[in-house]
Each structure stands twice: as C-alpha cells, then as structure tokens.
C-alpha cells in the first residue's frame, strides 16, 4: 500500500472502504457489502456534501470569506459543515431537533459552532421547527452582514451532486459494475438519489431501494402519492421524514421497505458485535430492512448497503442498556448478557481464582 500525505484534512473525504458481511448474513445465497461510511474524517457521509455545498456556495460568490454557514441538522451535516468551516475560516449556526444525541451536539460545539436546540414533534411549517429557525436566522444575518449562506442540504442540488459525482463512481469502480441492488435510507435523499442516478446510469436493471423508519411519511409517498398513516415519532437518527426534500427522487427508487426501532437497535448491536463494524443506528436499520427486502429476491444477488455513520455518535442510546431498556428496545434480562456490564473487579476475579 502506497500511503501519501494529504494536504489538509479535507483531502481525505470520500474512498471510504466497503466491507463484505460475513456472519450476520451467512446462510443468506445473497452477498451483503457495506459502504462504511464513518470512515470519513467527520464520522459520516456527510463530509461529502458539507464540501460540496460549501464549493458550490463559494464558486457562485454566496458566500465570501469569512461568512457564516446556517444549517437545519441532525447533527453529521453540521460536523461535516463545521469541520469544512474550520479549515476555510466560516462561522457555523446548527439547528437540531431536541431527540439529536448528546453526543452529535458536543462535536458541533468542540468545532466552535453555535447550537441551537428545537422542540421535537412539530410540523415543518411551524416556526419553531428546526427547518424554520435556521432560515429565519440565516435571513437575519444575512439582511445584517450580506455573507451568510443557508446550506439548505434538503434542497441545495450540491447534495445530490456530490453523491452523483462521488460516491456513485466510487461504488461502482469498488464493486466493478457488480451490483445487483443499492439499499440505504433518506433523510435528505442524496445518498440514496445520487448514487442511484449514477448506477442506474451504469446498469438500469440496479434496484434501488429505500429502508424508512416507521412513522416517516416517505414510503406512503412514493406508494399512494399522498400521506396515509400521518407522521410519528420514532428514535432512530437521520433518516425518515415529515416532508419530501428536492433531494429525495422518488422517480429513481424500485421501492420502500419499514422497519420499527426495535429491529433497527438490535441489528445494530449485532453490526458491532459480530461483524466489528461501529455504525449507527441508521446502518442497522438499512441491513435489517435490506435481509427481509433479500428474500424477495430469486436469483443470489451482489447487495450494496450504505452504513451512514458510526455508532460512537450514540454511545449514550444504542450502547446503553439503561436507555435501550427504558424506551422497550431491550428486557432487563437480555441486558445482564450484553452491553454495560459493569462488575467490580474483585467480585469477577472470583471467577479466575
Ligand atoms: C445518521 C444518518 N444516516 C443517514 C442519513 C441520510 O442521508 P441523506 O441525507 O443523504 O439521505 C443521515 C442524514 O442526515 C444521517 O444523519
């Protein structure tokens, strides 16, 4: 392996590797990759966007040296943003819904960024939602300092572009062209838009599918064009939504699968206990949606799955067995055997001697 120096930290964005699954999947005739995305020196895809955006904003002169990026955020495009932001000199103002990990909320502020938390459960037209404050926050400062950009990752085209552009190419060559199915979630719909425009492009018979949490109201529209079940709340991060982002291109998707909280904390319990892959809850609903959407399919197929982020963002939910047992993911008993065991030293060496 040649290894090289990189310039700043933003050279390093993007080529994250991808991982064949190799004992949770076993017994399956279908082969499961996953593209790991917390490789990324941010911990998540969305270093890929936070540049682009950024370059795309700078190139059409939006903003200007010294300005202030605004952004509604589950947490990873603010540190993608702030971490962009630091080596270019931005200031950052992160707006989270109140259920964002703790976790996700000390990096933005160890970035220097301001954070600002807003209530959960709101409609996105509701001015105290999260999409709401940042706008008008960014108007603000815009109106003030004339160099303030709103990323706008749900609708800015440089979302969807650096997927396009980036990751698609980059599965593609990783995989060479062996693909039969591209699995991830949408929570603004460029990961899973991007990558499957350039697939699609490549072999229109790619299946792009979309695993939604329930209580998101993609899947009723890309089904019944309208929303049926109305929004619910659940606890997985980042994925799922309350409104259809331009990002999100329902056209090039071959279906939705639903997979509760549950399936998707335990999956990812097992993602770092049998595979040593440290994801986050989203990956883990991806692989429990993609194994029930694999048995639909006849022939043994090459099955890509983006992992978004990594699991070290929810040390304080997926890895607590006292929050995992408080919201039902978990019985009490089930805990004694698995995660935060805590034993005193004495009390286990009776175990040794
Ligand atoms: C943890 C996590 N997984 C998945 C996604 C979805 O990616 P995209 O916005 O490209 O649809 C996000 C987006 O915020 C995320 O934070």
Redesign the pocket.
Known sequence: MSLTVSSSILDTIGATPMVQLQKITKGSKHKFFAKMEYFNPGG???DR?ALSIIEGAEKRGELKPGGTLVEA?????GIGLALVAAIKGYKCIFVLPAKMSEEKRAVLRAYGARVIITPIGLEPEDPMSHYSVAKKIADTIKAKTGNCFYTN?YHNPD?FSA?YNVTGPEIWNQMSGKIDAYI?????????SGVAKYLKEKNPAIKVMCMDPIGSILSDLYYHGKVVTPPASYQV???GEDMLPD??KLNLYDGFLNVNDKDAFAMTRRLIAEEGLCV????GLILAGAMKYAETLEKPSNIVL?M??SGK?YLTKVFNDKWMIEKGFLSPEESKTAFNVEVMAAEEMKNYV
């Open positions: 998540s895809v969305k966007i955020t589950s947490g990873n495009t990752q979302n997927h991830a979630g949408v929570g603004t719909g460029g990961t899973l991060e980042g994925i990002n999100c986050g809850p989203s990956g983006i978004p982020d963002a």
